[in-house]
């Protein structure tokens, strides 16, 4: 990032703060009106040139005011904003809110998306805890037609993989359950390698069952992500920046593909720790489909159990410190109320 001055840093911020409330170019007689700067009108029109040349501002036409560029938000969220917090009360608030919600953990999650939409005014993300690591609970064999047979394998945290499994001969039901109780009380509580361990134990139908479920659990661990909730997409939609049906379907598409979210989430939250909050602005030069977007994000839940995400996308003119103060606490007050239903 390019050096600039005190000065500069306060022209800066206040330009950064009238775009985000007013989306319209902001003039330097606008600033020294409205805050009632130590300094004329021509001094602030040079530094924002001086900002413009380093790459924190531009001019969207002549004659016209200035407003930030990408890196112009990137330095602001890096070098400027500072601390910030929700209000007390607020945060109280949402709080007797979630608590109202007990122990029901899509209750949390939907409430977390619409505190997250209302309280940033963009839209809301929540993934559902997922595992970082698959162990096995106990698995039910069905027998349904013929050779064939259901297998309903449930992991710990409760996910549940279905898979059917054909015989090379009918195998009555009670045969099915001895078998399926046989690999439950060798594997319960197992990992991959605990399960792979277990294997010459079991007899060929028990080795065959084994392999699906090593599988099933091979797929959960590369998944990023629970259940994806989502709330607040007519905030987006009501921006300036996503009145072309394009640019708006564009900007939406990390809530509606699976694939595109876990990308990011796989870049960005996955390699931090639990709390810590990422900010994405503009794509950050990876994700072409969020250029006109910023995407604020943090991971929540207890990384030896289960964790996931929470996050707000909205235009890159985002009101940066009520975003990020929201979802930093909303991130923690998941991974508290987690924690405190786990310890009952």
Not at 125 to 151: D, N, S, Y
Not at 266 to 283: D, L, P, Y
Not at 292 to 297: E, G, H, M, R, Y
Request: hydrophobic share 40%.
């Amino acid at each position: 990032m390019a050096q600039i001055t005190e000065r500069q840093k306060i022209v800066l911020a206040l330009v950064i703060r009238e775009y985000v409330e007013t989306a319209q170019p902001v003039g330097s007689m606008h600033l020294v009106n409205r805050y009632g700067l130590d300094m004329s009108s021509a001094t602030v029109r040079n530094e924002m040139v001086a900002l413009t040349e380093a790459g924190y501002l531009r001019q969207p036409y002549t004659s016209a005011g200035r407003v930030p560029t990408e890196e112009g938000y990137r330095y602001f969220v890096s070098q400027l904003m500072g601390n910030t917090d929700l209000p007390v009360p607020v945060k109280r608030t949402i709080t007797h809110q979630f608590y109202q919600a007990g122990h029901d953990i899509d209750r949390w999650m939907r409430l977390a998306a619409s505190v997250l939409a209302h309280q940033s005014q963009a839209a809301s993300l929540v993934t559902a805890p997922h595992p970082e690591r698959a162990l096995f609970k106990h698995v039910e064999l069905i027998a349904t037609h013929g050779r064939q047979v259901l297998m309903v394998a449930v992991f710990t945290g409760g996910e549940v993989r279905q898979q059917v499994l054909i015989l090379a001969e009918p195998v009555s039901q009670e045969q099915l359950s001895t078998s399926a109780n046989q690999i439950n009380s060798l594997g319960e509580g197992c990992d991959l390698d605990g399960l792979a361990a277990i294997g010459g134990k079991l007899g060929a139908l028990e080795q065959d069952v084994l392999k699906l479920i090593q599988e099933e659990m091979r797929r959960s661990t590369a998944v990023i992500a629970g259940e994806v909730y989502r709330d607040g997409l007519s905030n987006v939609l009501a921006e300036p920046e996503f009145a072309e049906a394009g640019v708006a379907r564009n900007a939406l598409r990390i809530l509606e593909e699976r694939s595109l979210l876990e990308d990011v989430l796989s870049q960005t939250v996955a390699k931090s720790g639990v709390g810590g909050v990422q900010v994405v602005i503009g794509g950050e030069g990876t994700w072409e489909f969020l250029r006109d977007c910023s995407v604020v994000l943090a991971r929540y839940g207890n990384p030896d159990l289960a964790t996931g995400a929470v996050g707000v996308v909205g235009p890159v003119r985002m009101s940066y410190g009520r975003t990020i103060s929201a979802v930093s606490f909303v991130a923690d007050l998941l991974s508290d109320l987690m924690s405190e239903a786990l310890s009952e």
